[in-house]
């Protein structure tokens, strides 16, 4: 199983991010995918997670509006557009399957 994220980075204070996932390894197309975040100093926090059947759950409501999740199984991809960002979304985003989990990308929003 291998989960690889990309599309991290620097941006300002109410900028985009498209951050992506690219999976292998297993039943893309049966599996329920999460973004999850971890902020300097805190624990992991679930951004977002998105069924087989495309059904979108946003975990925290402070993304709720800003941030949709989104996948191709054509291409094994799930996505994560991320807009309007805030400083308080600085964080290293995880892409996970089960008990799997990528090497994250790095977000990190500063003026």
């Known amino acids: 199983v291998q989960l690889v994220e990309s599309g991290g980075g620097v941006v300002r204070p109410g900028g985009s991010l498209r951050l992506s996932c690219v999976a292998s390894g297993f039943d893309f197309k049966s599996a329920t995918i999460s973004w999850v975040r971890r902020a300097p100093g805190k624990g992991p926090e679930r951004v977002s997670r998105l069924s087989p059947s495309g059904g979108a759950t946003y975990s925290t409501d402070s993304v709720k509006g800003r941030f949709a999740i989104s996948r191709d199984d054509a291409k094994s991809t799930v996505y994560l557009q991320m807009n309007s960002l805030k400083p308080e979304d600085t964080a290293v985003y995880y892409c996970?399957?089960?008990?799997?989990w990528g090497q994250g990308t790095q977000v990190t929003v500063t003026s």
């Open positions: 996970t399957a089960g008990h799997y």
